[in-house]
């Protein structure tokens, strides 16, 4: 089991700037990648992944198109935290933000979610 706590949303206005962090329960060298969605004011919408990193390889990141260039997903091993770098955002950044983490056990691969921290971008 794998509990996720994040932090760091809030108001900010466009252009500007916000880290959200996300700190895992276990090492997270044990994780195999932990990722940032987002869910849009609309509660229709699917969440959105936002950023991927793939803890085993170090380095491999993803973006979704949106973000490519103005959010930096990053990695503390000491801390077992993940961080998202969000900056230049946008009103349309605006949104609930997921931290997810999925581990292996065994063959069976595991999802597990925190609960969300909310980000507004608005002047």
């Known amino acids: 089991q794998v509990q996720l706590v994040e932090s760091g949303g809030g108001l900010v206005q466009p252009g500007g700037s916000l880290r959200l962090s996300c700190a895992a329960s276990?090492?997270?060298?044990?994780?195999?990648?932990m990722s940032w969605y987002r869910q849009g004011p609309e509660n229709q919408r699917d969440r959105e992944l936002v950023?991927?990193?793939?803890?085993?390889?170090?380095?491999?990141?993803n973006y979704a198109h949106s973000v490519k260039g103005r959010f930096t997903i990053s990695r503390d091993n000491a801390e077992n935290t993940v961080y998202l770098q969000m900056n230049s955002l946008k009103p349309e950044d605006t949104a609930v933000y997921y931290c997810?983490?999925?581990?292996?056990?065994?063959?069976?691969?595991?999802?597990?979610w925190g609960q969300g921290t909310q980000v507004t971008v608005s002047s």
């Open positions: 997810n983490a999925k581990q292996y056990a065994g063959r069976i691969l595991h999802e597990y």
């Open positions: 950023a991927a990193i793939f803890i085993a390889s170090g380095i491999s990141t």
């Open positions: 276990v090492n997270i060298n044990s994780i195999y990648a």
